[in-house]
């Protein structure tokens, strides 16, 4: 475990005060909740990042199968050899 130190303001500080005893928790608990909660949000807002977190492999070949049939799209393709 690592210890760090932050600097808040007074109302923030407050805040976090009143929120750690509405939780039951103090503040270092607070905070490690709050992460948490914070990731759970993050992840449910991009449903597909949980999906491909440990294989950065297959995003990668996703991603170049993507660009391949965008590149090939009908619409992408010039009109003729030598127009630009």
Same mark, same amino acid.
């Given at each position: 475990? %690592?210890?760090i130190e932050i600097q808040l303001d007074d109302k923030t500080l407050e805040?976090?005060?009143w929120l750690a005893k509405s939780h039951h928790r103090d503040l270092p608990e607070?905070?490690?909740y709050a992460i948490d909660?914070?990731?759970v949000? %993050?992840?449910a807002n991009y449903p597909l990042l949980g999906l491909f977190a440990d294989d950065p492999e297959s995003v990668d070949q996703m991603l170049e199968?993507?660009?391949k049939d965008r590149a090939a799209h009908p619409l992408n393709q010039r009109f003729g050899k030598g127009t630009t």
């Open positions: 475990m %690592e210890k805040k976090a005060r607070l905070i490690a909660k914070l990731a949000t %993050e992840a199968e993507v660009m």
